[in-house]
C-alpha cells in the first residue's frame, strides 16, 4: 500500500452531487485519502490543471463526455495516473472497452454502499502503491543508466534500488497487516446487517460467504452451505427464479424486490429478493440480500 505518511488525493468526477457528498465523507473516514470532486469531464480537467491528483474516480455515464472518453484523453498523452472507473453500467461490452483504454480498475455500484465505498478504498489504495512503485523504479533506472560512467555512483544507486526495494517490502508487510484489520472490520459490518445477505459464485450459484442474519431466515450455518450451490441446497422454491434472476443480472447487472419463495429448515417462506454482480480478482460473484416478507 501507500506510505503512511502519505495522503492520497482523489479527484472525485459524478454528476449526481449527493452522490459526490456521501463519497467525500466516506472515503475520508479513511485514513490517507482526500477527495475533491466535480460534476463534470471539462470540469474534472479544470482541477487537474490546478491542482496534483493521486488517482482519478469517474463514473461511466456523464453528460458531456462519458469515463471512457475521458480516460482515452488522458492516456493518449502518456498520463498513467490511476483511473477507476466505476458504474452501474456493467455491459461485459463496457467493462471490454474500459480494459482497452488503460483503467487500472472497475468497480460496480450496488446497493451496498458501504461494500462497494470499501471496495474503491482498496482499489484506490491498491492503484496508487502499483503506481508509485513503478515511478520510482523508472526513476531509478534512468539514474543508473545515467550515471554508468562513474562506478562508484552506478554501486551507490544499486543499493539505493536494494534499500527501496527492501522498504516496499517492510510497507507491503505493514499493508498485509492493515488489510487483515480492515477484512475484521468488515466481517463485523456484514454480520451486523438485518437483511440475510449471501455471495455466491456467478456461474455455478455455488456460496462462499453468508452473515448471520442469514443462518437466522434460513436456519443453515455457514459450515453447511459454504462450497455447495444453491441447488445442491435446494432453497428454491421454485428452481426457475434462479433462471430468472440470472438473466436480468445479464440485461441490468442488478435485481431489486423479486418476490420469491425460499425453501429454509423452517418451512416454505416468501421473501423479496435484491441481488448485484460484483467482481472480485477477475471473477464474476452475485450479492444477494433477502427481506422475510410477511404473507
Known sequence: MTDCTDTIEVLFVDDNVDICYLAKKILEGYSGIKIDFVLSVNDARVARS???????????QMGDEN?????????????????????????????????NAGVSAYVPKSNNLEFM??????????????????QNLIKTNHELMMSQADT?????LIKKAQDDVNVYLTKLSDAIDML???????????NAIHEAVSITKKKTGEFVSINSAFTEISGYTAEEIIGKTSFEVGIWGDIKDRAKIIEALK??????????????KFGRILCSFSASVIVVKGEDYILNVTRKLNE
Open 180 to 190: 487483515r484489520v480492515s477484512e475484521e472490520k468488515y466481517r463485523k459490518v456484514f
Open 152 to 156: 562508484k555512483a552506478h554501486l551507490e
Open 50 to 60: 490546478k491542482k496534483h491528483y493521486d488517482a482519478i474516480i469517474c463514473d461511466y
Open 67 to 99: 469515463g471512457i472518453e475521458f480516460l482515452r484523453s488522458i492516456r493518449s498523452v502518456g498520463d498513467e495516473i490511476p483511473f477507476i472507473i466505476y458504474t452501474g453500467h456493467g455491459h461485459e461490452q463496457t467493462i471490454l472497452d474500459a480494459l
Open 251 to 264: 440485461r441490468n447487472a442488478e435485481v431489486k424486490d423479486m418476490p420469491v419463495y425460499f425453501i429454509t
Open 117 to 134: 465505498f470499501l471496495d474503491l478504498k482498496h482499489k484506490i489504495e491498491h492503484s496508487v502503491s502499483r503506481y508509485r512503485y513503478k
